[in-house]
């Protein structure tokens, strides 16, 4: 008995204990010990209750560590485009500091219009940086949900429409994040692909397309990125809640996988406590919570992994196997976070991110059609131009939901464009209709006052005036981040532009021949006036730099160089979803009922001409494609393959081309997508220069998923390598053999 109890007092004391006058130091403490050791240890150490607190919110952002121990709370933070604001400890609104207004980044749909997986490691470290610096263990991002329509409001979070694509992108943002000592949480894990009922809609998909549509980027953050943890999605999947989906999180996460890291829910995603046990959630935040209302403050002990949990376990209804392994991927993160002593210290609001900030933005922007090369802007030939436009004025990093941000500074088009320009051109705004005239979220405000008087037809009659005595025209529209637009909680109406855009730019097209669409969205728009207008650009959401970015393409400092990572369909059911009617379903219930055919895919299927391809994006420059070829005719299994081909720039400026290698299965057992795109490689080429891009693959680029094996099956036969510059404009194709 006193033997116990001393023994008791020296593991209570003992963090450090000295042994004959040598300081030894607890194996939890010791990062010399390897990582299993210290979690074993620091749990060996633990109450039960100590441990239920780990595995709930103790704040809107924070869970409990162990105080007694020396482990420390994590601090969680949105994500995924810039360092959120402090909220208060249990409300939503501003902290109110004045030390928090980070570097907004652009959007991640412009990160992966980049088609670059040097700026997606520029991204990840710049955000992992800022993160750190405000003492962040756990970044709530990337989003890497695929786009299956252009109605889903959170679309501007997400990587777009192919699964290779985001999966290229999404690794380097984790190891980019990573780095700092900061985890990733890779969101939103799965099939959470509309906002429309998404705390009660069950998706009923076929496995294929699970695996090989929505899965794959998540399965790469976890391999190939190594994130240490995920987030668990609001929607149901087989009739369960994606934050306790056994299917999901047990058998494909865990088991399949080999996921350690943690899984954390999203906010108010739990609603069982047995599930959230039993079916491999770690953590719990954000519920609105059992039998209290929604918004109940301090509700945090009556969470479902809190007392109800606690509860079980002391009536002996549960044991506590899974409680331990909860808190062994709990401490695990820890360790790789805030116990790291070796972790960089981070920055933040920095120079240095705002200059990244910006070049993701000039490598994303997408010059979608540029007739007579209207674009671009040559100054010194101009004297006038008119900007019209509300999103050419109105800041966008504030709103859009919980990826609102306090930015240090947002430059608007108009400015960015002014500030380029000087003194050399006049430029004169008109605002020409008027579509969101709110500037707030939870307590974070614009501080714009973009409220008006004019009607609608004053304002397009000024609009009309100013393009008449201009040289160009740039219209700066598109969407916001209000709701039913680029919005978490709800979906887009329509593919239509808002507030009339339609009608003004029709306008406009008849007065100046000179006329620049910029499009602000995260998401595709209908475009009636195409024809009218020559030149149209894709400008994203894109953070603290916005205008300096736009400002340097609209006047060719810049050569764009993005690509569309997702389809722009001419009309709404020209989208698969939309065709079969399953958009955004109904009675609780969505049908994935085009299976594999989403985005690209779907098009060439039916052969849609989209208004602007999956891929596609212009250049000031031009470039010659040499034929592909490939070093064998025949390839086993086991094997693999490369591809070659030459790329020129046969323009007389410098600028960069997105190659893209599509692969097309020509006979096959199962309906296959007509190509899929298995790799893609962004080259700077200066005028008149040539260089050679490979791509080697293996047969793992040549398989399906067979729902009935339950495994990726590569069939022999004959395949095409086929290049494009788009998924449309298809430049070589070599064919091959798998035996
Ligand atoms: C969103 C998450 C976000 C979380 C915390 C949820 O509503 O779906 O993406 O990270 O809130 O703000």
Redesign the pocket.
């Known amino acids: 008995m006193f033997g116990n109890i001393k023994a008791g007092a020296i593991l209570l004391l003992g963090i450090s204990i000295s042994v004959f006058g040598q300081a030894q130091k607890a194996v939890y403490l010791d990062d010399t010990k390897p990582l299993t050791e210290r979690v074993e240890d620091a749990l060996s150490r633990m109450t039960v209750q100590e441990k239920v607190a780990m595995c709930h919110a103790q704040s809107?952002?924070s869970s409990a560590g162990v105080p007694r121990l020396g482990i420390p709370d994590f601090w969680?933070t949105?994500?995924?485009h810039g360092i959120?604001p402090e909220v208060l400890w249990d409300e939503w609104s501003q902290a109110g500091w004045t030390n928090d207004s980070c570097i907004a980044f652009p959007a991640l749909t412009c990160l992966a219009a980049s088609w670059n997986k040097d700026m997606a490691l520029v991204y990840g470290n710049s955000i992992g940086e800022e993160a750190r610096y405000r003492n962040k263990n756990v970044l709530?991002?990337p989003?890497v949900n695929i786009y299956r329509s252009p109605l889903n409001g959170?679309n501007f979070?997400y990587m777009g429409e192919d699964p290779y694509l985001t999966s290229k992108m999404v690794v380097p943002y984790i190891k980019g994040v990573q780095q700092n000592g900061v985890a990733a949480?890779v969101?939103?894990f799965a099939l959470?692909n509309q906002e429309t009922d998404?705390n009660g809609v069950n998706v009923i998909v076929d496995d294929r397309a699970l695996y090989e549509i929505y899965l794959p980027a998540f399965k790469a953050a976890v391999q190939e990125g190594q994130t240490w943890s995920i987030?668990g999605?609001?929607n149901l999947y087989k009739g369960q809640h994606c934050c306790h989906n056994e299917y999901l999180l047990k058998d494909i996460l865990r088991r399949e996988w080999g996921f350690e890291g943690v899984v954390i829910a999203?906010?108010?995603?739990v609603s069982n406590t047995r599930e959230a046990i039993f079916n491999g959630l770690d953590i719990e935040?954000?519920t609105w919570t059992d039998g209290l209302k929604k918004g109940t403050s301090n509700a945090y002990d009556n969470y479902y992994l809190a007392k109800p949990y606690l509860d079980l376990i002391k009536k002996g209804e549960v044991g506590t196997k899974e409680l331990d392994e909860k808190v062994r991927h709990i401490l695990r993160l820890t360790f790789l976070t805030t116990m790291n002593r070796n972790k960089p210290f981070g920055s933040f609001g920095t120079q240095e991110h705002a200059l990244a900030g910006r070049e993701i933005a000039e490598e994303g922007i997408v010059l979608l059609k540029n007739k007579n090369n209207v674009l671009p802007i040559d100054l010194t030939k101009t004297k006038r131009i008119a900007v019209i436009g509300e999103n050419a004025i109105k800041m966008m990093t504030v709103g859009g939901?919980?990826?609102s941000l306090k930015a240090k500074y947002e430059i608007s088009p108009l400015d960015g464009l002014k500030k380029r320009v000087g003194s050399q051109v006049e430029i004169v705004y008109a605002r020409g209709y008027v579509g969101d005239a709110s500037g707030s979220y939870n307590g974070v405000v614009t501080g714009q006052d973009l409220s008006e008087k004019r009607s609608a037809d004053e304002l397009l009659a000024e609009a009309c005036s100013v393009a008449k005595t201009a040289d160009y025209v740039i219209f700066v529209g598109g969407l916001n981040k209000s709701e039913n637009q680029d919005s978490?909680?709800a979906d887009r109406r329509s593919l239509n532009l808002p507030y009339n855009q339609d009608k003004l730019i029709d306008e406009l097209s008849k007065i100046n021949k000179n006329l620049v669409f910029v499009n602000i969205s995260g998401n595709a728009v209908a475009m009636p006036w195409v024809n009218k207008v020559p030149a149209i650009i894709q400008g994203w959401f894109l953070g603290t730099e916005a205008g300096n970015a736009l400002a340097e393409v609209l006047v060719g400092d810049v050569n764009p160089s993005g690509k569309l990572p997702f389809s722009f369909p001419v009309k709404l059911e020209d989208n698969a979803a939309h065709a079969l009617g399953e958009f955004p379903g109904s009675n609780h219930q969505v049908k994935y009922n085009e299976g594999i055919f989403v985005g690209y895919r779907w098009h060439d299927k039916q052969n849609i001409k989209p208004l602007f391809s999956f891929g596609h994006g212009l250049s000031y420059t031009t470039f010659e494609y040499g034929k592909v070829t490939a070093d064998k005719k025949e390839m086993a299994s086991s094997d693999k393959i490369t591809f070659t081909v030459n790329i020129k720039n046969n323009g007389n400026r410098k600028g960069s081309e997105v190659v893209q290698l599509y692969i097309s299965d020509l006979k096959s057992s199962l309906p296959r997508p007509v190509k899929e795109l298995k790799g893609f490689e962004k080259v700077s080429l200066n005028p008149g220069e040539t260089k050679t891009v490979s791509f080697t693959v293996d047969s793992s680029a040549l398989s399906f998923f067979d729902a009935h094996k339950h495994a990726w099956v590569a069939e022999p036969g004959d395949f095409d390598a086929i290049i494009g510059a788009s998924s449309t404009d298809i430049k070589s194709k070599v064919g091959f053999k798998l035996n």
């Not at 999203?266 to 995603?269: I, K, Q, T």
């Open positions: 809107k952002f969680t949105d994500g995924p959120r709530l991002g989003g959170r979070e949480c969101k939103h959470n998404r987030m999605s609001y999203d906010w108010g995603g935040f954000g939901g919980s990826s978490e909680s």
